[in-house]
């Protein structure tokens, strides 16, 4: 069940990512975001890093979410609107 939802969540990591910065529909960056997964493990295939880039791929993912989520709020001009160095962020979190 929990590799379902992991599975789940990076296919639509990259799809969130294109809505949120590019202000695309979700519909319009899935498939580039579904089709880069492959890509990546081939190449990191041809290397014969597999592992690695299963590691690479699940990082990315999360790094795309939380740059999402730090350019909402930067584009709110709430808590990160005035702020944008890490020294200050470590203030809030």
Do not use: H
């Not at 379902?4 to 979700?26: C, D, E, M, Y």
């Amino acid at each position: 069940m929990i590799s379902t939802i992991l599975f789940i969540a990076i296919l639509f990591s990259g799809a969130v990512w294109g809505k949120v910065v590019f202000n695309k529909k979700i519909e319009d960056s899935f498939p580039v975001a579904c089709m880069s997964i492959p890509l990546l493990l081939f190449a990191f295939g041809l290397f014969d890093r597999l592992k690695t880039g299963m590691i690479a791929i699940i990082m990315i993912a999360f790094c795309m979410y939380l740059y999402s989520l730090l350019y909402i709020l930067r584009s709110r001009g709430g808590v990160l609107g005035n702020y944008s160095r890490l020294e200050q962020l470590s203030f809030y979190f």
